[in-house]
T-cell receptor, first 115, second 117 residues
Framework: AQSVAQPEDQVNVAEGNPLTVKCTYS??????LFWYVQYPNRGLQFLLK????DNLVKGSYGFEAEFNKSQTSFHLKKPSALVSDSALYFC?????????????WGLGTSLAVNP | GAVVSQHPSRVICKSGTSVKIECRSL??????MFWYRQFPKQSLMLMAT?????????EQGVEKDKFLINHASLTLSTLTVTSAHPEDSSFYIC?????????????FGPGTRLTVL
C-alpha cells in the first residue's frame, strides 16, 4: 500500500538556523513527490516536486528537497529559516503509473521558527 | 502560475440548511477536480474525485447523497453539503488537475471554512 510518513508533528528552529522537515514514503514503482505549505486558515501552496532527474530539487521561498531512493525519503530543507516560514508542511506522493494515481498525504509537520 | 479559486471563503449556516461551494480553475481547463476535507491540525482527507461530465467517485465512508458534487464544465465544480449538521463543520479544499504550460499538474484552491450552528 502507498503511504507517506512525516515522523515529526512539530519542528522548532531558531531564526537563521537551517531547518529540515522529514518525509519518507512507500509506493510501487517510481514516485512523484511533492511538498506543500499551508498557512493558518489558508489553502495549500505548492513548494516543490520531484518527478525525475536531479535528486536535489529547488523550490519556492528558498526551500529545497533531496530525493533519496535508497532511504525512500524526500526531506525538505532550508539553509536559513525565517519566522515567516512558520506554517504547516505537507509531504505527498503519487505513483507515476497504474490506476491509482491519487495524491497520498502525510499528516503534516508544524514548523515553528522562533525569533 | 495556474490559479484555482473557491467561493465562498467562509460560510456560517444553520443546521439543516444546504451550502454550495464553488471551485473554479481560472486559467486552465481542469479535467479532474478533487474535493478534500481538513479537520483542525490534521491532514487532507480526499472526499471525492470528479471528471468533467461524469459522476464523481467518492472515497469510502463519504456519503454521496450528503456531499453532492457537480463537475459540469472544465472550469467549474461545485460541492453541496446537504442538510448540514454541526459535525460537517470543517475546512473544505478543492483541487484541480489539468494541463498548463505543457505540464499536467494539480493545483489547490484557498479553501472554504464551513461552520454549521
Amino acid at each position: 500500500a502507498q503511504s507517506v510518513a512525516q515522523p515529526e508533528d512539530q519542528v522548532n528552529v531558531a531564526e537563521g538556523n537551517p531547518l529540515t522537515v522529514k518525509c519518507t514514503y512507500s509506493v510501487s514503482g517510481n514516485p512523484y513527490l511533492f511538498w506543500y505549505v499551508q498557512y493558518p486558515n489558508r489553502g495549500l501552496q505548492f513548494l516543490l516536486k520531484y518527478i525525475t532527474g536531479d535528486n536535489l530539487v529547488k523550490g519556492s521561498y528558498g526551500f529545497e528537497a533531496e530525493f533519496n531512493k535508497s532511504q525512500t525519503s524526500f526531506h525538505l530543507k532550508k539553509p536559513s529559516a525565517l519566522v515567516s516560514d512558520s506554517a504547516l508542511y505537507f509531504c505527498a506522493v503519487r505513483a507515476n503509473a497504474g490506476n491509482n494515481r491519487k495524491l497520498i498525504w502525510g499528516l503534516g509537520t508544524s514548523l515553528a521558527v522562533n525569533p | 502560475g495556474a490559479v484555482v479559486s473557491q467561493h465562498p471563503s467562509r460560510v456560517i449556516c444553520k443546521s439543516g440548511t444546504s451550502v454550495k461551494i464553488e471551485c473554479r480553475s481560472l486559467d486552465f481547463q481542469a479535467t479532474t477536480m478533487f474535493w478534500y476535507r481538513q479537520f483542525p491540525k490534521q491532514s487532507l482527507m480526499l472526499m471525492a474525485t470528479s471528471n468533467e461530465g461524469s459522476k464523481a467517485t467518492y472515497e469510502q465512508g463519504v456519503e454521496k447523497d450528503k456531499f453532492l458534487i457537480n463537475h459540469a464544465s472544465l472550469t467549474l465544480s461545485t460541492l453541496t453539503v446537504t442538510s448540514a449538521h454541526p459535525e460537517d463543520s470543517s475546512f473544505y479544499i478543492c483541487s484541480a488537475r489539468g494541463w498548463t504550460s505543457g505540464i499536467n499538474e494539480q493545483f489547490f484552491g484557498p479553501g472554504t471554512r464551513l461552520t454549521v450552528l
